[in-house]
């Protein structure tokens, strides 16, 4: 079962920045979290990944609080293409991913 | 050039028959995955090969059998197909990494129909 909380849907304006929540309160301490997001009728795709520290790359930031319990992806400009299903991930390394239900996020214009 | 493709794309066919479908990375990958997506989207994992040994086998029937040739393909084929193994069926992949990167690659997926 995965160990990740997150609400079943979200709306975004278009070009506003999109805050995505996961609860995560039983986290390992050698465990990561991932995002991955799936737009409709394609494969998943990573977005971005982070232990402890923020991280922030080309497609969003991700903000971990410090009890590593709860973590926020930020989209920070929204586009009509960011409309998918954002699962929140956790694992360790080189290991299945155990997806839950996802936010399913609508970007609307 | 596509990093994980998967071939067929659709594939429909009646109860009862016996049916592949392969899976090719091009990146170079250590470990390779094949996972399930229902009709209600819930994507679960199947079986993980690591360079062409078997990792994980999820309780998945023992009619999935995969077979991976060489590192770079993992084909699963699938015995006395049944109305419930409809589904999509993703392939994946990923490089062994040391600093917790899990990243993973996903194919297109292969839409089956069982009719």
């Known amino acids: 079962d995965a160990k990740t909380t997150q609400p079943p849907s979200m709306d975004c304006a278009e070009g506003r920045a999109a805050n995505l929540p996961c609860n995560h309160s039983?986290?390992?301490?050698?465990?990561?979290v991932y995002w991955y997001r799936q737009i409709h009728s394609q494969g998943p795709q990573y977005i971005i990944h982070?232990?402890?520290n923020n991280e922030t790359n080309e497609m969003a930031s991700l903000i971990i609080t410090e009890d590593r319990k709860s973590s926020t992806l930020i989209l920070p400009h929204a586009t009509l293409r960011d409309t998918a299903v954002y699962y929140c991930?956790?694992?360790?390394?080189?290991?299945?991913?155990?997806f839950g239900k996802g936010t399913r996020l609508s970007v609307i214009a | 050039d596509t990093a994980v493709s998967q071939t067929p794309k659709y594939l429909v066919t009646q109860m009862g028959n016996d049916k592949s479908i392969k899976c090719e990375q091009n990146?170079?990958?250590?470990?390779m995955y094949w996972y399930k997506q229902d009709s209600k989207k819930f994507l679960k994992i199947m079986f993980s090969?690591?360079?062409?040994?078997?990792?994980i086998n999820e309780t998945v029937p023992n009619r999935f059998s995969p077979k991976s040739p060489d590192k770079a393909h993992l084909n699963l084929h699938i015995n006395s197909l049944e109305l419930g193994d409809s589904a999509v069926y993703f392939c994946?992949?990923?490089?062994?990494?040391?600093?917790?990167?899990?990243?993973?690659?996903f194919g297109p997926g292969t839409r089956l129909t069982v009719l």
């Open positions: 994946a992949s990923s490089q062994d990494s040391l600093a917790g990167l899990n990243e993973q690659f």
């Open positions: 039983t986290i390992s301490g050698n465990e990561y």
């Open positions: 982070g232990l402890k």
């Open positions: 991930i956790v694992g360790a390394g080189n290991t299945p991913l155990v």
């Open positions: 990146l170079g990958h250590d470990t």
């Open positions: 090969y690591n360079n062409k040994e078997l990792i």
